[in-house]
């Protein structure tokens, strides 16, 4: 799934989508110079989702990620 059907699924804009992926809270493929989002991310955006509806900040989901792995 590319970068724009994927931010539209979640009620998100492009911007938002690219910042998670800066921050590696999403970590779509590559192909040909293009995000592509697999199920991992919706997987991945669903827990971001679900830690914000709890008021965690993007900090906190990125502690959460990391003592996961």
């Given at each position: ?6 931010a539209k ?30 199920p991992s991310?919706?997987?991945?955006m669903e ?23």
């Open positions: 799934m590319k970068i724009g059907d994927f699924k979640y009620g998100l804009n492009i911007t938002t989508v690219r910042y998670y992926v800066e921050r590696a809270l999403l970590t779509p493929e590559r192909k040909n110079n293009q995000y592509v989002f697999t991310c919706m997987e991945d827990k971001i989702l679900k830690y914000k509806s709890f008021r965690f900040s993007l900090e906190e989901i990125e502690q959460i990620g990391r003592a996961s792995c």
